[in-house]
């Protein structure tokens, strides 16, 4: 349903008492990530081939406007703190940070366009674009250029045949239902493009190797909470002590995977070599060693 219906059911919404509004948009946000899980199917295949494109070198680019910008710039700037993605192969384009013009609004369609051509993009690139409404100016140029640059698009909206479906490889429709207020998209819509995103963005990760067993074990310990966190990671995957995970840690200079396979016998010189040949992914790794000490060789032989 349009995001901007204006539904009969909610005449006098404003008398309703407050249990009664609180349930309403209750029912609205429920119904909002009951309707992701009718797009699973379609993240499933945006994310195999996002992955496909970002494990030989390409940028994730988000792009949005209002408040499905902000929603995608979220996601943006959590990336490289939860799973290590290098910050300068993800970005986030919305009216308000682009640097053509301070005053440049969603409706400017030129300015979408020519935030993306500034990024110069290549076929390795994912861009995902996001708008409620399908047919925000600035979001719908950017996504176009992209997709005539041959960068792979991936575009997320809640109003059915809107034009960001149209030049895209992946056209993700959300059916989110009808806002409260009506036209709020920050709601049901917002609600939904978050938990899509999430979604995607975590499956990609994992078929990137930077998901071991439910862990982030591409988290950067660059502060005390982080490298508690990485201590605990290391100490669940090869099941040891804490004061034992964290001795590991120290000495693979706090990069998670090199203390796993330092767990596991190997010198830091031997786990970065075995990660090398294994793309960085340690399930993938820790299957060599098996292999190797079952067949009673060194593991980087």
């Avoid at 710039?73 to 301070?102: C, H, I, K, Q, Y």
């Avoid at 990760?205 to 990485?230: E, I, W, Y």
């Avoid at 090199?258 to 793309?279: D, P, S, T």
Wanted: net charge negative; with cysteine.
């Amino acid at each position: 349903m349009d995001p901007e219906t204006i539904s009969p059911r909610l005449r006098g919404f404003d008398t309703w008492s407050d249990m009664d509004i609180l349930e309403a948009l209750w029912q609205g946000q429920a119904g909002a990530l009951a309707a992701v899980h009718a797009i699973l199917p379609s993240l499933a295949a945006a994310a195999r081939d996002m992955a496909n494109r970002l494990e030989v070198g390409g940028r994730l680019i988000f792009a949005g406007a209002g408040t499905s910008g902000q929603i995608a710039a979220l996601e943006a700037a959590e990336l490289p703190a939860t799973f290590g993605w290098p910050p300068d192969r993800v970005r986030s384009l919305t009216p308000e940070f682009n640097p053509f013009s301070p005053e440049a609004t969603e409706d400017n369609a030129d300015h979408g366009a020519r935030a993306m051509e500034a990024l110069q993009l290549s076929p390795l690139d994912v861009v995902v674009a996001v708008a409620a409404s399908g047919d925000t100016p600035f979001t719908c140029a950017a996504a176009a250029h992209a997709f005539a640059s041959d960068a792979l698009v991936v575009a997320l909206f809640n109003r059915k045949n809107s034009l960001l479906g149209k030049a895209t490889h992946h056209s993700v429709f959300i059916d989110s239902g009808i806002e409260i207020p009506a036209g709020s998209t920050r709601m049901n819509a917002g609600t939904s493009q978050k938990a899509a995103l999430n979604l995607l963005s975590v499956l990609v990760m994992t078929r990137l190797g930077r998901v071991h067993d439910g862990l982030m074990v591409n988290l950067m310990p660059s502060r005390p909470k982080f490298r508690q966190r990485a201590t605990r990671i290391v100490a669940a995957i090869i099941r040891c002590s804490d004061d034992s995970a964290e001795r590991l840690l120290l000495q693979a200079g706090g990069d998670i995977k090199h203390a796993v396979l330092m767990g596991h016998g190997c010198e830091r010189a031997e786990a970065e070599a075995i990660l090398g040949r294994n793309a960085g992914n340690l399930r993938k790794a820790l299957l060599a060693i098996d292999r190797q000490v079952s067949q009673g060789s060194n593991p980087v032989d």
